[in-house]
T-cell receptor
């Protein structure tokens, strides 16, 4: 079992550009959540996808958008990048995360640097 | 609002020392509580959890007890090892908003041989 895989592992972008990050969930999981972890901080919830729809969203601007594909993999898109978007972006997968005790498994993250 | 506060690090201990990392929470509902660990270069891993008051979560020698009266979930280990060096995150999930995990800011733990 490959677990949760994210790509790329590192990325450098220029202010104003757009970026797409990718996540493949753990085998058997149908729900994907995205988190932003700034340096020295805890992860902050961006949004969650289930059945190809955004189920819940955190306090992030519309520049952050996502998509889930029929095979449950997911993309996170960020438009008009700002320096403050530099962070580790974590993907977590689970089985129907509608219940609080459903365990979420995290990938190793994508380190995004905006210059 | 809903939030988690944990002691600031870094925390540096000698091997075999006793560890406590404090965590308190604020929640509008009845949360489940978690500790996650992030080893260098790796993703977050669930270390332990407790779903109701007075529950004790335990794993790999770590323990934490859900204290509703003090809104706390302190992490303890009786004898730490060098391999325990990592960043530890306290977190909560609410039944009313189960999709979202709310994390504390993390505590970096370094163990000296």
């Amino acid at each position: 079992d490959a677990g949760v895989t994210q790509s790329p592992t590192h990325l450098i972008k220029t202010r104003g550009q757009q970026v797409t990050l990718r996540c493949s969930p753990k085998s058997g999981h149908d729900t994907v959540s995205w988190y932003q972890q700034a340096l020295g901080q805890g992860p902050q919830f961006i949004f969650q996808y289930y059945e190809e729809e955004e189920r819940q969203r955190g306090n992030f601007p519309d520049r952050f958008s996502g998509h889930q594909f029929p095979n449950y993999s997911s993309e996170l898109n960020v438009n008009a990048l700002l320096l403050g978007d530099s962070a580790l972006y974590l993907c977590a997968s689970s089985q129907d995360a509608g219940t609080v005790n459903t365990e979420a498994f995290f990938g190793q993250g994508t380190r995004l640097t905006v210059v | 609002g809903n939030s988690v506060t944990q002691m600031e690090g870094p925390v540096t201990l000698s091997e075999e020392a006793f560890l406590t990392i404090n965590c308190t929470y604020t929640a509008t509902g009845y949360p489940s509580l978690f500790w996650y660990v992030q080893y260098p270069g790796e993703g977050l891993q669930l270390l332990l959890k407790a779903t109701k008051a007075d529950d004790k979560g335990s794993n790999k020698g770590f323990e934490a007890t859900y204290r509703k009266e003090t809104t706390s979930f302190h992490l303890e280990k009786g004898s730490v090892q060098v391999s325990d060096s990592a960043v530890y995150f306290c977190a909560l999930r609410l039944y009313s908003s189960a999709s979202k995990i709310i994390f504390g800011s993390g505590t970096r733990l370094s163990i000296r041989p």
